[in-house]
Structure formats: C-alpha cells, structure tokens
C-alpha cells in the first residue's frame, strides 16, 4: 500500500535528447541524452476542461476532456548551442542567427523532490520547443536575478502510447530490486525505458556504464 501522502519541496536534473524517429508502429528513437543544469521550475498546464448537462433542475451528468497540453520549464539560461538544436537555427562559430525557426521534437526528464526523500521522475516524451519572449531589466540599486522561461507543446501520444510517464520512486509496484538509483541510471539515460524493462544500465562497479556514454540503445 502506499504511505501517506507527502510535499514536494523541489525540481532538478533536466534531461533532453532529439526525437530522431518517429515511426508509425515501433519504437521512437532518440539522440544523445544531454543533462541541462539549474532548473528551476517546471509546469504542466493541461488546459482540462468539464462540461455539465442540466435537466430536471440539476446536473445529471458530467464530461471532462483534455486540451492542449504545454509544458513550461524555467531556468537560469540555456545556452546558444542548445538553442540552435532545439529551434533549428543556424548556430556558427559561436554566432547564434535568430530568425525563421524550425523546432524539433524532443524528449524532456526531470525529478520532483518529496519531503521524505523521495523522488517523481518524470518524462515527457514528445514535446516541441517554442521560442519565448524575453525581458532583461537593467541593474538597479540591488541585484535582481532574472532567468529564463521556455515553453514547449506536448504531443499526448508518442506511437500510440501517452507521451508524458512519471515514476515513484517508492512506488510499491515496482519491480523487485528497482530502487531510486536504478531507476536514476535508467530514467536518464533512455528516453523509452520503463520499470518494466529492468535494470537496463548497471552501476559501473558491476560491469555496466551507469548509465553514462551509453547513448539511447536502438530498437
């Protein structure tokens, strides 16, 4: 059974890679992973609505659907290199040309934080940037710190399957040996794994890479 219910106290370890295929039945496959450090927040706005059917003078049935889903992250800053790949543009000799953009899909990884010292990871496995608006102030009598928003539109199904999984880390159900740092080795480094797959990435000690320099396995 599952405890008691606990807080989320915080939001790190964000992860990406380049939906390199897409196919109608199979696998998607994806390019190398790649950490992104200093996240700072992350929202899923699902644009939920319900709908009430009225007669005899009250409600007799309900229907609730699903809009369009964003996903917004904030961070300190990404930089140019990252930019130009997940907006398509033209990125040389450390110039960075901002002008008809081209975005690609990616795959999007995160954890939330709990209380107890827990984990959620989370990955949104169809997400399409969208270059932000951005305001600068200039500096004033104290330092004011001032980060980056970057929104990106969610796909709810990648091959048929929902796009977006997330995974307790003390989730009762888990495979037997599944604990958060296997899940940690697996989560970030394969963008399709699932605790069903199993400990995929092996800590180095054991003969495995843990997860680093593996890159997304083909399928």
Do not use: C
């Amino acid at each position: 059974m599952y405890k008691a219910p606990v807080s989320r106290i915080g939001v790190s370890d964000l992860h990406w890679a380049p939906l390199t295929e897409d196919p109608v039945k199979g696998t998607p496959k994806y390019g190398e992973v790649q950490a992104l450090p200093h996240l700072k927040s992350a929202a899923v706005s699902r644009n939920a609505s319900t709908a009430s059917n009225h007669a005899d003078n009250r409600v007799v049935e309900t229907a609730s659907q699903l809009g369009d889903k964003t996903l917004t992250l904030g961070l300190i800053d990404v930089p140019p290199d990252v930019m130009a790949v997940w907006y398509g543009l033209e990125y040389e000799k450390g110039g960075l040309f901002v002008g008809e953009i081209n975005p690609i899909y990616i795959a999007v990884m995160y954890k939330y934080t709990y209380s107890d010292g827990t984990f959620r990871y989370i990955r949104h496995g169809k997400v399409k940037p969208t270059l932000s608006d951005e305001t600068t102030d200039t500096k004033a009598g104290s330092v004011s710190f001032q980060n980056g928003t970057y929104a990106f539109g969610a796909a709810d199904f990648n091959n048929g399957k929902p796009s977006e999984m997330l995974v307790n880390s003390d989730d009762p159900e888990l495979p037997e040996g599944m604990d958060a740092a296997a899940i940690e080795r697996n989560f970030f480094a394969d963008p399709n794994w699932k605790p069903a797959d199993g400990d995929k990435f092996p800590p180095a000690e054991d003969g495995g890479t843990g997860g680093e320099d593996e890159g997304t396995p083909e399928v």
